[in-house]
C-alpha cells in the first residue's frame, strides 16, 4: 500500500529534454543588427560623402543650375521634376484607385471580388522594368501625340508611368482598410434607410479613411524611390523650371530629371568617391532618402491610428435626387475599377503578344548571341544566382529581426524596430545600388560580382521577411504563449519550440515575396553585379565575377536599341521574367493560404 | 530539428558572408583570377565585345561593361575596378590630376568621326551642310525651327550626350575649343540621352531631332544623315588627314604599360584580324589613318 505512490527514482531522461538555447539570442540580436547595420551604411554612406567635400546647401535645394564643368550644384530642377512626376502620379492614380477599391469591397460579390483583388495584387509585383519597357513602347507615343511635341520623353509620360505603378499598391491597402471595417457599422447604416453611397460615405469611410490615406503614402513612397522606369522615359534634361502657369503645363510636355534618375546616370560614376561633386550628389540622395522616410513613416504612422477616428460626419441637410446620386457613383466606381482591370489586361496582351518568344523553349536554354540575338538562358541562371544568394544572407537575418520585434517585450523598443525595418524596406534601391558600388567596389576594390549585386539586394528582402514574421507572431492565440511560459520554459526556449515552428511558414512567404521583389529590381545590380558583355553564365570568382540578369538585359535593351529584334528580344525576357516573378508570388499566395500568414501587399 | 535546421542554415550563411569577406580582403586590388575586365565608351565596346568573343576560343575570360561612357571607363581604371578602359576621347588633363597615381597608359585602335545627324525629312528639305556658328547655336537652343538653318518649318529637337561621353566632347571641342561648355540650355526641346544606340534610337522617333553621334551608326540606316560641317563631309580621307572637324581616335587605356591578358587582348585587336572589326563596325583602321 505505502509504495503504490511512489515515484521511479530515477530523474527523466536527460537526452530528451530541450537544450538551453542561448544561440535563439544571439541568432536574432545579429538579425536586428543587421537591420540597424545596413540602415547605417546606407545613411552613412551619403552622411560621409558629403563631408567629404563641402556641400552648398541653399544652392543644393534653391538652385537649379547643374553643371559639374563649372562647379555650379543646383539640385532644384531634380526636386521639381521628382514633386511634378509623384503629384502627376497621385492626381492620376489615387481617385482611380480608391474608386476600385471601393468597388472592390463595397459592391462586388466576393465571388468575383476575390480573384480581382488578386490580379490586383500581382500587379504590384510587377517589376519595375517592364513598366519601363511599356513606358518606352507605349506612353511616350502617346504624350508625343497628346502635347504635340517630339520624342515624348517627358514628365507627364513619368508621371503617367509612375501612376500605372502605383494604382495596384494603392487599391490593395485601401481594400485592407476597408475591409477592416466590420459589417455591423454597414448593417447599422442600412437599417436607417440610407442609400449604399451614404452607407460608405457616413459608415465606412470615416474608419477606413486612416488606412486608405497611409496606402496613398505607401504609394508615394513607391513613386519616390522609383529610378529605371522614371530613367527611361523622364528624358533627363537638367535645369528645367517653369516661371509661369503657362511654363508650368509646358514643362509638362517636355523632358526633366528627376532626383533618381540623376542618381541612375553615369554621373555617380564620373564624380569618383570624394570630393564636391561626389558630396553633392550624395546630397541629393540624402533629400531623395528623406521625403522616402517621411512618406514611409508617415504612412505607417496614420495605419497604427487605425480605426481611432470616430469623428461624426457634418450633418449636411437632406440631399436631393439620392437615389440617382447612388447609382452615379456606384457607376463612377465600377468604372474606376474597370481601368485598373483593362490596364491588366492591356498589359498582359502586350506581354503575350510581344513576348512569345518566351513561349519557345529554345529561348531559355539558349544564350545569347551579339547584341539582341540567342536566347536568355545566362541571365536567368545569373538572376537565379542572385536571388538565390540574396535569399540565403537575408532570410536568417531576416527571420531574426522578425522574431525579436515580434516577441520584444518593450513595445516601444518594438516599434522603433520596426520603423526602422520599414524605412530599410523604403530606401529607394538606386541609394543600395551606389552605396553597394562606393563601398563595395571602390573601397574595398571588388569588381563587379554576383556577390556585390546580392548583397545590395538583401535589404530589399530583409524587411520583408521580418514584417511578415514579426506580424506572425503578433497574431499568436496568447493561449500558446501563456501554456509556454507554465511549462516553465526560458525565454530562449520558448522562442525556439513554440515561435520559430509557428512563425516560419509566414516567413517563408516573406521570403518569396522578397525574392519575387529582389528578381525584378534593376538598379541596384547596373553598378555592381552586371556587365553590358562577356559574363559566364555561371561565375568562375566570388568577388570579380560580374553576371548577366533579366533587369538589366531588358534595360540595355529598352533603352539602347529601335530595331525590332532588340525589341523583340526585351519582350520576351521581360515575359520570362514576369513569369519567374509569378512563380514567386503563386508559390507565396499558396503558403499564405495555406498557413493564413499576414497579406503581403503592405 | 527545425532548430537544428534553422542553425544550420544560419551558420552556413554566416560562414559564406565570412567567406567572401575574407576572400574580398585577401584578394583587394591585385586582380585575383576573375575575368579581364574593360569598361568605357559604347562606341568601342562593339569592338572589344567582338574581340573578347573571338578571344574566347583561346580560354581568355573578358567581360564588357559600358556604364558611363569613356569618362566613367577612365575613373573605374583609375579606381582600380576595371583593367583596361574604352575611351572614345583623349585623356585630358583634368582626368590625369584627379588620379595622380595612375599610370594612363593609351593604346590607339582606330579612329571614328561624330556626325551631327539629323532626320531624313530635315535634310531632304535643304538642310545639307551646317557651319560651326549654325551647331552651336541649335545645342545652345537658339534655333528653334529647321526654317532658320534652310530646312522645313520643324520645330527642332536636341537630344545631347549626357556627361562624361567621348561624342559630347568631341561636340564641344569643335563648338567652343578649348574653353568650358556652358550648361546645358534651358529650352524646352532638348532632353539628354546615353549610349550610341539609344541616341539613334531617339532619332528616328523623333521628328526634326538633331544629336551628335558617331556616324559608324548611322550607316545602313536610310531615315537618319549627315551633315556636312562647313562643306567638309566624314569621309575617311578628311577624317585621316583630320580634315573633319569631329574625328576622334578611340583608345584602350591601361594602368601601366599592358600585361597578362590585358595585353592578349589589345594585341589582338592591334592585328589584321582584330582591325577588321574597326572596318566592321564603321570605324576606321590604324592603316587607314596612316598610322
Redesign the interface.
Same mark, same amino acid.
Given at each position: 500500500m505505502t509504495t503504490t505512490l511512489a515515484r521511479d527514482a530515477a530523474p527523466p531522461d536527460a537526452a530528451i529534454r530541450p537544450r538551453p538555447s542561448k544561440w535563439v539570442w544571439s541568432w536574432t540580436g545579429a538579425g536586428v543588427f543587421a537591420v540597424a547595420a545596413l540602415l547605417l551604411v546606407v545613411v552613412g554612406y551619403l552622411v560621409a560623402g558629403i563631408s567629404s567635400g563641402s556641400v552648398d546647401w541653399t544652392a543644393l535645394l534653391t538652385d537649379a543650375s547643374w553643371s559639374p564643368p563649372n562647379a555650379a550644384y543646383g539640385g532644384l530642377a531634380m526636386i521639381y521634376g521628382t514633386a511634378v512626376v509623384c503629384a502627376l502620379a497621385l492626381i492620376l492614380a489615387v481617385p482611380v484607385s480608391w474608386g476600385a477599391a471601393l468597388a472592390l469591397s463595397e459592391y462586388l460579390p466576393p465571388r468575383v471580388a476575390r480573384p480581382l483583388r488578386m490580379c490586383v495584387e500581382l500587379l504590384a509585383a510587377v517589376p519595375s522594368i517592364v513598366y519601363g519597357l511599356i513606358g518606352i513602347m507605349v506612353i511616350r507615343p502617346v504624350v508625343a501625340w497628346i502635347g504635340d511635341v517630339p520624342g515624348g520623353d517627358s514628365l507627364l509620360a513619368a508621371g503617367i508611368v509612375l501612376a500605372v505603378m502605383i494604382t495596384p499598391t494603392i487599391v490593395a491597402v485601401s481594400v485592407d482598410a476597408l475591409t477592416a471595417v466590420p459589417d455591423r457599422y454597414r448593417e447599422a447604416a442600412f437599417s436607417l434607410g440610407l442609400t449604399r453611397r451614404e452607407v460608405i460615405r457616413s459608415a465606412v469611410l470615416p474608419l477606413a479613411r486612416p488606412g486608405m490615406r497611409s496606402a496613398v503614402l505607401l504609394g508615394l513612397a513607391r513613386a519616390l524611390g522609383e529610378a529605371i522606369a522614371v530613367f527611361l522615359v523622364v528624358g533627363r534634361a537638367d535645369g528645367r523650371l517653369p516661371t509661369s502657369f503657362d511654363g508650368f503645363l509646358h514643362s509638362l510636355v517636355h523632358p526633366g530629371q528627376t532626383l533618381t534618375t540623376k542618381l541612375a546616370g553615369p554621373e555617380p560614376v564620373l564624380a569618383g568617391t570624394s570630393g564636391p561633386y561626389f558630396a553633392a550628389l550624395c546630397g541629393l540622395g540624402l533629400v531623395l532618402l528623406a521625403f522616402v522616410a517621411a512618406a514611409t513613416i508617415w504612412g505607417t504612422r496614420g495605419q497604427k491610428r487605425g480605426t481611432s477616428d470616430k469623428r461624426a460626419p457634418a450633418f449636411r441637410g437632406a440631399p436631393r435626387m439620392r437615389v440617382e446620386r447612388d447609382r452615379l457613383a456606384m457607376g463612377l466606381r465600377l468604372g474606376a475599377l474597370l481601368l485598373p482591370t483593362a490596364l491588366l489586361l492591356g498589359m498582359l496582351a502586350l506581354l503575350v503578344t510581344r513576348g512569345s518568344s518566351a513561349f519557345n523553349p529554345s529561348f531559355w536554354f539558349t544564350s545569347a548571341t551579339g547584341a539582341a540575338g540567342g536566347g536568355v538562358r545566362d541571365q536567368i541562371v545569373g538572376t537565379l544566382l542572385l536571388i538565390g544568394t540574396t535569399g540565403l544572407i537575408a532570410l536568417p537575418l531576416g527571420f531574426g529581426a522578425g522574431i525579436l520585434i515580434g516577441v520584444h517585450a518593450s513595445e516601444r523598443v518594438a516599434r522603433l524596430l520596426q520603423t526602422l525595418t520599414i524605412v530599410l524596406g523604403g530606401a529607394p534601391t538606386i541609394l543600395l545600388g551606389l552605396a553597394g558600388f562606393v563601398i563595395l567596389s571602390s573601397i574595398m576594390g571588388w569588381g563587379r560580382s554576383w556577390l556585390a549585386g546580392a548583397i545590395v539586394l538583401v535589404p530589399v528582402v530583409i524587411p520583408v521577411i521580418a514584417l511578415a514574421t514579426s506580424a506572425r507572431v503578433r497574431s499568436m492565440p496568447p493561449e500558446l504563449t501563456e501554456s509556454a511560459l507554465s511549462l516553465g520554459l526560458t525565454r530562449a526556449q520558448f522562442i525556439r519550440s513554440v515561435v520559430v515552428p509557428y512563425a516560419w511558414p509566414a516567413t517563408l512567404t516573406g521570403l518569396l515575396l522578397g525574392l519575387a521583389r529582389a528578381a525584378g529590381e534593376t538598379a541596384p545590380l547596373l553598378f555592381t553585379a552586371t556587365v553590358f558583355f562577356g559574363a559566364p553564365a555561371f561565375p568562375s570568382g566570388v568577388v570579380e565575377s560580374p553576371v548577366q540578369a533579366l533587369p538589366t538585359h531588358i534595360f540595355t535593351l529598352s533603352q539602347d536599341s529601335g530595331d525590332p529584334q532588340a525589341v523583340t528580344q526585351a519582350w520576351g525576357s521581360a515575359m520570362v521574367l514576369v513569369l519567374i516573378t509569378a512563380v514567386l508570388l503563386s508559390a507565396a499566395v499558396a503558403l499564405r493560404n495555406r498557413f493564413e500568414g499576414e497579406r503581403w501587399t503592405t | 530539428m *527545425?532548430?537544428t535546421k534553422?542553425?544550420l542554415?544560419?551558420l552556413?550563411?554566416?560562414a559564406?558572408?565570412l567567406a567572401?569577406l575574407a576572400?574580398?580582403?585577401a +584578394?583587394?586590388?591585385a586582380? @585575383?583570377?576573375?575575368?579581364l =575586365?574593360v569598361?568605357g565608351s $559604347?562606341t568601342v565596346?562593339?569592338v572589344?565585345?567582338d574581340a573578347?568573343?573571338a578571344l574566347k576560343a583561346d580560354g581568355l +575570360?573578358?567581360?564588357?561593361? $559600358? =556604364?558611363?561612357?569613356s569618362? @566613367?571607363g577612365i %575613373? =573605374?581604371l583609375?579606381?582600380? =575596378?576595371?583593367k583596361i578602359a574604352m575611351s572614345s576621347k583623349p585623356l585630358a588633363d583634368e582626368d590625369k590630376a584627379?588620379s595622380p597615381d595612375t599610370d594612363f597608359q593609351s593604346t590607339q585602335i582606330g579612329s571614328d568621326a561624330v556626325g551631327i545627324i539629323v532626320t531624313k525629312k530635315v535634310a531632304d528639305a535643304g538642310v545639307k551642310n551646317l557651319t560651326v556658328d549654325q551647331v552651336r547655336d541649335l545645342f545652345e537652343g537658339k534655333i528653334t525651327n529647321w526654317s532658320v538653318v534652310g530646312g522645313p518649318d520643324l520645330?527642332v *529637337?536636341v537630344y545631347d550626350k549626357? #556627361?562624361?561621353?567621348g561624342t559630347r566632347e568631341v561636340l564641344d571641342k569643335y563648338i567652343y575649343g578649348d574653353k568650358?561648355?556652358?550648361? #546645358?540650355p534651358?529650352s +524646352?526641346?532638348?532632353?539628354?540621352?546615353?549610349?550610341?544606340?539609344?541616341t539613334?534610337?531617339?532619332l528616328?522617333? $523623333?521628328?526634326? %531631332?538633331v544629336a551628335p553621334l558617331s556616324t559608324s551608326f548611322v550607316e545602313g540606316h536610310k531615315d537618319l544623315a549627315v551633315v556636312t560641317l562647313d562643306g567638309i563631309a566624314a569621309s575617311p580621307e578628311n577624317i585621316a588627314s583630320g580634315k573633319y572637324p569631329m574625328s576622334r581616335p578611340l583608345y584602350f587605356i591601361t594602368d601601366g604599360k599592358p600585361e597578362g591578358t590585358a595585353k592578349k587582348f589589345i594585341d589582338y585587336v592591334l592585328t589584321t584580324k582584330g582591325q577588321k572589326l574597326m572596318t566592321k563596325h564603321g570605324y576606321l583602321t590604324l592603316k587607314e589613318i596612316g598610322k
Amino acid at each position: 500500500m505505502t509504495t503504490t505512490l511512489a515515484r521511479d527514482a530515477a530523474p527523466p531522461d536527460a537526452a530528451i529534454r530541450p537544450r538551453p538555447s542561448k544561440w535563439v539570442w544571439s541568432w536574432t540580436g545579429a538579425g536586428v543588427f543587421a537591420v540597424a547595420a545596413l540602415l547605417l551604411v546606407v545613411v552613412g554612406y551619403l552622411v560621409a560623402g558629403i563631408s567629404s567635400g563641402s556641400v552648398d546647401w541653399t544652392a543644393l535645394l534653391t538652385d537649379a543650375s547643374w553643371s559639374p564643368p563649372n562647379a555650379a550644384y543646383g539640385g532644384l530642377a531634380m526636386i521639381y521634376g521628382t514633386a511634378v512626376v509623384c503629384a502627376l502620379a497621385l492626381i492620376l492614380a489615387v481617385p482611380v484607385s480608391w474608386g476600385a477599391a471601393l468597388a472592390l469591397s463595397e459592391y462586388l460579390p466576393p465571388r468575383v471580388a476575390r480573384p480581382l483583388r488578386m490580379c490586383v495584387e500581382l500587379l504590384a509585383a510587377v517589376p519595375s522594368i517592364v513598366y519601363g519597357l511599356i513606358g518606352i513602347m507605349v506612353i511616350r507615343p502617346v504624350v508625343a501625340w497628346i502635347g504635340d511635341v517630339p520624342g515624348g520623353d517627358s514628365l507627364l509620360a513619368a508621371g503617367i508611368v509612375l501612376a500605372v505603378m502605383i494604382t495596384p499598391t494603392i487599391v490593395a491597402v485601401s481594400v485592407d482598410a476597408l475591409t477592416a471595417v466590420p459589417d455591423r457599422y454597414r448593417e447599422a447604416a442600412f437599417s436607417l434607410g440610407l442609400t449604399r453611397r451614404e452607407v460608405i460615405r457616413s459608415a465606412v469611410l470615416p474608419l477606413a479613411r486612416p488606412g486608405m490615406r497611409s496606402a496613398v503614402l505607401l504609394g508615394l513612397a513607391r513613386a519616390l524611390g522609383e529610378a529605371i522606369a522614371v530613367f527611361l522615359v523622364v528624358g533627363r534634361a537638367d535645369g528645367r523650371l517653369p516661371t509661369s502657369f503657362d511654363g508650368f503645363l509646358h514643362s509638362l510636355v517636355h523632358p526633366g530629371q528627376t532626383l533618381t534618375t540623376k542618381l541612375a546616370g553615369p554621373e555617380p560614376v564620373l564624380a569618383g568617391t570624394s570630393g564636391p561633386y561626389f558630396a553633392a550628389l550624395c546630397g541629393l540622395g540624402l533629400v531623395l532618402l528623406a521625403f522616402v522616410a517621411a512618406a514611409t513613416i508617415w504612412g505607417t504612422r496614420g495605419q497604427k491610428r487605425g480605426t481611432s477616428d470616430k469623428r461624426a460626419p457634418a450633418f449636411r441637410g437632406a440631399p436631393r435626387m439620392r437615389v440617382e446620386r447612388d447609382r452615379l457613383a456606384m457607376g463612377l466606381r465600377l468604372g474606376a475599377l474597370l481601368l485598373p482591370t483593362a490596364l491588366l489586361l492591356g498589359m498582359l496582351a502586350l506581354l503575350v503578344t510581344r513576348g512569345s518568344s518566351a513561349f519557345n523553349p529554345s529561348f531559355w536554354f539558349t544564350s545569347a548571341t551579339g547584341a539582341a540575338g540567342g536566347g536568355v538562358r545566362d541571365q536567368i541562371v545569373g538572376t537565379l544566382l542572385l536571388i538565390g544568394t540574396t535569399g540565403l544572407i537575408a532570410l536568417p537575418l531576416g527571420f531574426g529581426a522578425g522574431i525579436l520585434i515580434g516577441v520584444h517585450a518593450s513595445e516601444r523598443v518594438a516599434r522603433l524596430l520596426q520603423t526602422l525595418t520599414i524605412v530599410l524596406g523604403g530606401a529607394p534601391t538606386i541609394l543600395l545600388g551606389l552605396a553597394g558600388f562606393v563601398i563595395l567596389s571602390s573601397i574595398m576594390g571588388w569588381g563587379r560580382s554576383w556577390l556585390a549585386g546580392a548583397i545590395v539586394l538583401v535589404p530589399v528582402v530583409i524587411p520583408v521577411i521580418a514584417l511578415a514574421t514579426s506580424a506572425r507572431v503578433r497574431s499568436m492565440p496568447p493561449e500558446l504563449t501563456e501554456s509556454a511560459l507554465s511549462l516553465g520554459l526560458t525565454r530562449a526556449q520558448f522562442i525556439r519550440s513554440v515561435v520559430v515552428p509557428y512563425a516560419w511558414p509566414a516567413t517563408l512567404t516573406g521570403l518569396l515575396l522578397g525574392l519575387a521583389r529582389a528578381a525584378g529590381e534593376t538598379a541596384p545590380l547596373l553598378f555592381t553585379a552586371t556587365v553590358f558583355f562577356g559574363a559566364p553564365a555561371f561565375p568562375s570568382g566570388v568577388v570579380e565575377s560580374p553576371v548577366q540578369a533579366l533587369p538589366t538585359h531588358i534595360f540595355t535593351l529598352s533603352q539602347d536599341s529601335g530595331d525590332p529584334q532588340a525589341v523583340t528580344q526585351a519582350w520576351g525576357s521581360a515575359m520570362v521574367l514576369v513569369l519567374i516573378t509569378a512563380v514567386l508570388l503563386s508559390a507565396a499566395v499558396a503558403l499564405r493560404n495555406r498557413f493564413e500568414g499576414e497579406r503581403w501587399t503592405t | 530539428m *527545425f532548430s537544428t535546421k534553422r542553425r544550420l542554415a544560419h551558420l552556413a550563411s554566416t560562414a559564406l558572408v565570412l567567406a567572401s569577406l575574407a576572400t574580398a580582403c585577401a +584578394d583587394g586590388k591585385a586582380g @585575383g583570377s576573375g575575368a579581364l =575586365q574593360v569598361s568605357g565608351s $559604347t562606341t568601342v565596346a562593339p569592338v572589344a565585345a567582338d574581340a573578347a568573343e573571338a578571344l574566347k576560343a583561346d580560354g581568355l +575570360d573578358i567581360t564588357v561593361a $559600358t =556604364q558611363g561612357g569613356s569618362a @566613367g571607363g577612365i %575613373s =573605374q581604371l583609375a579606381a582600380g =575596378q576595371i583593367k583596361i578602359a574604352m575611351s572614345s576621347k583623349p585623356l585630358a588633363d583634368e582626368d590625369k590630376a584627379a588620379s595622380p597615381d595612375t599610370d594612363f597608359q593609351s593604346t590607339q585602335i582606330g579612329s571614328d568621326a561624330v556626325g551631327i545627324i539629323v532626320t531624313k525629312k530635315v535634310a531632304d528639305a535643304g538642310v545639307k551642310n551646317l557651319t560651326v556658328d549654325q551647331v552651336r547655336d541649335l545645342f545652345e537652343g537658339k534655333i528653334t525651327n529647321w526654317s532658320v538653318v534652310g530646312g522645313p518649318d520643324l520645330k527642332v *529637337f536636341v537630344y545631347d550626350k549626357e #556627361p562624361g561621353r567621348g561624342t559630347r566632347e568631341v561636340l564641344d571641342k569643335y563648338i567652343y575649343g578649348d574653353k568650358k561648355a556652358p550648361a #546645358p540650355p534651358e529650352s +524646352d526641346n532638348f532632353a539628354i540621352v546615353g549610349g550610341n544606340l539609344e541616341t539613334r534610337n531617339k532619332l528616328k522617333s $523623333t521628328p526634326g %531631332s538633331v544629336a551628335p553621334l558617331s556616324t559608324s551608326f548611322v550607316e545602313g540606316h536610310k531615315d537618319l544623315a549627315v551633315v556636312t560641317l562647313d562643306g567638309i563631309a566624314a569621309s575617311p580621307e578628311n577624317i585621316a588627314s583630320g580634315k573633319y572637324p569631329m574625328s576622334r581616335p578611340l583608345y584602350f587605356i591601361t594602368d601601366g604599360k599592358p600585361e597578362g591578358t590585358a595585353k592578349k587582348f589589345i594585341d589582338y585587336v592591334l592585328t589584321t584580324k582584330g582591325q577588321k572589326l574597326m572596318t566592321k563596325h564603321g570605324y576606321l583602321t590604324l592603316k587607314e589613318i596612316g598610322k
